[in-house]
């Protein structure tokens, strides 16, 4: 798979270049994709990642600082420092070299759609009571809302698939 479909499923799988650069350990290469996820996944969602955090996740300056430095000089990531504060970002214009800014507005509104979306869609739990940690069959059917229930709120599509363009 090819850079521009990863990022049009919407994963970014990790520089190579870079892995070989540093040459990390098994935990470091667990840690880097960790903070690889996280990178992607605040991309998705117009949010960014604390480096603070994860400099103390990897626990070794050194291996941390010539990660980032690597990821920055290529153009992957963005920091951003403050007085007492940092943050890491994707760089949107690096990813603009395999896809345009229109396709890159899709891909995040289409990750914050499918974070709405039920994942029950049939309830089964409608005959059941929890009492303490058990549960019980009380032989009575309540369809609808109940608080020991898996039915989910949803919400009325045909509007917002009206006025999806006024939402957006």
């Not at 998705?44 to 291996?63: G, R």
């Not at 420092?81 to 896809?99: C, D, F, M, P, R």
Request: aromatic residues 12%; contains cysteine; charged residues 25%.
């Amino acid at each position: 798979m090819n850079r521009r479909e990863e990022l049009l499923n919407g994963t970014i799988s990790f520089p190579k270049q870079i892995m070989d650069l540093v040459n990390p350990n098994e935990s470091q290469k667990e840690l880097i994709k960790g903070l690889w996820g996280a990178l992607c996944f605040t991309f998705l969602s117009d949010k960014n990642v604390s480096a603070i955090v994860w400099y103390e996740k990897f626990n070794n300056e050194k291996f941390f600082n010539k990660l980032l430095k690597h990821l920055c000089d290529s153009g992957w990531v963005i920091s951003n420092v403050s007085n007492n504060y940092a943050t890491l970002e994707l760089n949107n214009e690096k990813l603009k070299k395999w896809i345009s800014q229109e396709e890159i507005n899709n891909l995040k509104y289409k990750h914050k759609c499918d974070h709405y979306l039920m994942t029950n869609s049939k309830s089964v739990l409608f005959k059941t009571i929890q009492i303490g940690n058990t549960w019980k069959e009380t032989g009575l059917i309540r369809k609808g809302f109940m608080k020991a229930g898996n039915n989910q709120f949803s919400y009325d599509q045909t509007p917002i698939n009206k006025y999806a363009e006024r939402l957006s």
